[in-house]
């Protein structure tokens, strides 16, 4: 029994000489790691406009200022403290508004029109702007912004023509008959052509047609048209895909933004807004004048309104009345022994009890 107690006792001894030991080794013996803060991240100065500074102004001191920013922030293209000599005395190649940091694409060494409008930086380079006449509806009911993407188709309108005259066909036509013949005009008056040449023309007699064989008598007869003037082939097809919108409406002249400025915008707003009969197309050299042919060539431009991010092309068909009749399977009417009553020249919208009766387009 004695030699139990003895042999616990010994035993809490050491549990207790192992515990002191522990402690003495974790706070004197064991080197503890040195801890220190993070240091603060290094900035740099880097030039900013201190005021609005106009497109074409030259850069001074006057106008600049700088900000700190972490100089893991820095890029390449900024201005820092050190380097201002690269800075002053360049030229504004855009407006740039106060507290936008300076970047190298903003400044040139050349000069550049004080003048020059803002929007033409929009312009990217090798590409130029063209304006075109637009309605409510070539303009997807003036659905189409500044910034919008658009499609652009032509319509045209053919017709046959005299390839040495360049004149409408059918040609007018005209009789050759021997000197000295008698011959009668219209009018039923006679002359005598004049002597000493081969053949002479008369007066004008009619259009000039086709002969054919009657079917039924086997009779020869001359054809002339019905109608004055041929009826011109229509055909549509879009010319221009994906074409970024500079403008819809007028730019402001100078002594327009001036009056505005002076103005209480209140007023301004009151005002009725101006219909836009112009729209500004952001296109390829070689599409300009694709499109300065279309307008001064009578082609009718209609607009398409496209997603921005939407960069697809697509190969689209000519739309003609062939093209029509066949992709859509649109028959061509029978000739009957009957028809609908009243007669039908002419389609004309139906009228609805609040609506204003329209005015039917006679025929031609």
Not at 27 to 35: D, G, M, N
Not at 238 to 255: C, D, E, H, W, Y
Not at 258 to 284: C, K
Request: glycine fraction near 6%; aromatic fraction near 6%.
């Amino acid at each position: 029994m004695r030699r139990g107690r003895i042999l616990i006792f010994l035993a809490l001894l050491l549990i207790i000489g192992l515990a002191v030991a522990a402690l003495v080794f974790r706070q004197f013996i064991l080197p503890t790691a040195p801890t220190t803060e993070a240091p603060l991240s290094a900035t740099v100065q880097v030039f900013i406009a201190g005021q609005n500074i106009p497109q074409g102004e030259r850069i001074t001191d006057d106008v600049l200022s700088t900000i700190s920013i972490p100089q893991e922030s820095v890029v390449s293209v900024m201005f820092t403290a050190d380097q201002r000599a690269e800075l002053v005395d360049k030229v504004a190649r855009y407006p740039i508004d106060q507290g936008v940091v300076i970047t190298r694409s903003m400044v040139s060494d050349g000069t550049v029109a004080a003048g020059g409008p803002e929007w033409a930086s929009q312009i990217p380079q090798g590409m130029t702007a063209i304006s075109i006449p637009t309605s409510r509806l070539e303009s997807v009911a003036f659905g189409v912004r500044d910034g919008a993407h658009v499609d652009v188709n032509a319509c045209f309108l053919f017709i046959d023509v005299d390839p040495a005259f360049q004149t409408e066909l059918p040609n007018e036509v005209a009789l050759l008959v021997a000197p000295g013949t008698e011959v009668t005009n219209q009018a039923g008056e006679s002359s005598v052509t004049a002597t000493g040449v081969t053949l002479s023309v008369t007066s004008g007699v009619g259009v000039q047609g086709r002969t054919e064989v009657e079917s039924a008598f086997q009779q020869g007869i001359y054809v002339i048209p019905s109608e004055d003037h041929q009826r011109p082939r229509l055909v549509c097809q879009m010319v221009l895909q994906n074409v970024a919108v500079l403008k819809l409406g007028t730019f402001a002249l100078p002594q327009t933004q001036v009056a505005t400025e002076q103005t209480d915008p209140e007023a301004q707003v009151a005002q009725p807004q101006e219909i836009p009969d112009i729209l500004t197309l952001i296109v390829s050299p070689q599409d300009s004048v694709t499109l300065s042919y279309l307008v001064y060539g009578g082609a009718k431009l209609t607009m398409t309104l496209r997603n921005v991010l939407d960069d697809s092309r697509v190969a689209t068909e000519a739309a003609t009345l062939q093209f029509l009749l066949s992709q859509y399977n649109i028959p061509v009417p029978a000739k009957l022994p009957y028809t609908v009553q009243p007669r039908i020249d002419s389609l004309t919208s139906p009228v609805l009890q609040n609506d204003t009766a329209p005015t039917p387009v006679p025929p031609e």
